[in-house]
């Protein structure tokens, strides 16, 4: 996922305020939400896809999320908060690595 030029600038002054107002200034609220995300560090990496730790886990994998915002709301057609998070943590090397499958930890249901 490509973030704004003034996305990826910001970015090279870490977990800033203007990385805050950047990604508020682009993305509203979800651009704010991704950000606490990344703050709280809530964004984890396991071995087959990214998971952003929010009311529930929304798994992340390069252009989709299983969160029913960007499959209702935004119609597959622009970044949740959840995909925006792991793009600003993929840069700044700000997430927990599990080194396991999260497949692993889903319940089958019989």
């Known amino acids: 996922m490509e973030l704004p030029m ?3 600038e910001a970015l090279k002054k870490g977990l800033s305020f203007e990385l805050y ?3 508020v200034r682009f993305y ?3 651009g704010e939400k991704a950000f606490r995300y990344v703050v709280d560090r809530r ?3 396991y071995r087959d896809f990214f998971v952003v730790v929010g ?3 929304y798994v992340v994998d390069e252009c989709f999320c299983t969160c029913k915002d960007f499959q209702i709301n935004l119609k597959f057609q622009k970044p949740c908060a959840h995909m925006i ?3 600003v943590a993929k840069r ?3 997430y927990d690595f599990i080194d396991a499958y999260y497949v692993d930890f889903l319940e089958v249901s019989e």
Do not use: C, I, P, Y
Request: overall charge positive.
């Open 6 to 8: 003034e996305v990826e």
């Open 92 to 94: 700044l090397n700000l």
């Open 85 to 87: 998070a792991v793009e």
């Open 55 to 57: 009311r529930e886990e």
């Open 43 to 45: 964004v984890k990496r």
């Open 28 to 30: 509203g609220k979800r």
């Open 21 to 23: 107002k950047a990604l």
